[in-house]
T-cell receptor, first 118, second 117 residues
Framework: AQSVTQLDSHVSVSEGTPVLLRCNYS??????LFWYVQHPNKGLQLLLKYTSAATLVKGINGFEAEFKKSETSFHLTKPSAHMSDAAEYFCVVIPPSNYGGSQGNLIFGKGTKLSVKP | KAGVTQTPRYLIKTRGQQVTLSCSPISGHRSVSWYQQTPGQGLQFLFE???????NKGNFPGRFSGRQFSNSRSEMNVSTLELGDSALYLCASSLVISGGSSYNEQFFGPGTRLTVL
């Protein structure tokens, strides 16, 4: 069975400093992994995705993540935090497609709330 | 292009009642998935509909049901509400590429906040 573990429930950084949100995955095969962001009172937005192409994945708003198979990790980073980055971030794994190419059934981590101090 | 819309945005019900939530996907998207988000359990998959057929289902009791119409709009219904059903219910739509088994990005709506008293 696949799962993701987000190692920190809350991360606080100062504006302009680097961001690191940690995620470890468990999967018996090469997984597809994603990071989503959820701002208050808004839906989830896809930040970036890894689907077995390049191990360093660049996403929107300056975020990137590196897939490390040896460490079973997919940590999210950003060189310089901005106030607008304050939100909750979810690491997500998708199980293999069912017959017919089912698109649902994303498996979410518990989330990491990012606070950005001025 | 309009995003995923969900109605109503907020809902208050009492135990034992039933509720219907609505989701309109992005135009052209044929797959609609539903998720429940609670502080304790996080985000959990409820079910997915494609071409008016449920083709994937999460681990929720039969009180949770859904359907999809020919225009891809979807509704979910929860009968005999319990206090634990209080949650944010999120709908997501995706464009399904014919024959593809790879992931198509899911676009989420803002959710319906259900409170059960």
């Amino acid at each position: 069975a696949q799962s993701v573990t987000q190692l920190d429930s809350h991360v606080s950084v100062s504006e302009g400093t680097p961001v690191l949100l940690r995620c470890n995955y468990s999967s018996s095969y090469s997984p597809s992994l994603f990071w989503y962001v959820q701002h208050p009172n808004k839906g989830l937005q896809l930040l970036l995705k890894y689907t077995s192409a390049a191990t360093l994945v660049k996403g929107i708003n300056g975020f990137e993540a590196e897939f490390k198979k040896s460490e079973t990790s997919f940590h999210l980073t950003k060189p310089s935090a901005h106030m607008s980055d304050a939100a909750e971030y979810f690491c997500v794994v998708i199980p293999p497609s069912n017959y017919g190419g089912s698109q649902g059934n994303l498996i979410f981590g518990k989330g990491t709330k990012l606070s950005v101090k001025p | 292009k309009a995003g995923v819309t969900q109605t109503p945005r907020y809902l208050i019900k009492t135990r034992g009642q039933q509720v219907t939530l609505s989701c309109s996907p992005i135009s052209g998207h044929r797959s609609v998935s539903w998720y429940q988000q609670t502080p304790g359990q996080g985000l959990q998959f409820l079910f997915e509909y494609f071409s008016e057929t449920q083709r994937n289902k999460g681990n929720f009791p039969g009180r949770f049901s859904g359907r999809q119409f020919s225009n891809s709009r979807s509704e979910m219904n929860v009968s005999t509400l319990e206090l634990g059903d209080s949650a944010l219910y999120l709908c997501a739509s995706s464009l399904v590429i014919s024959g593809g088994s790879s992931y198509n990005e899911q676009f989420f709506g803002p959710g319906t906040r259900l409170t059960v008293l």
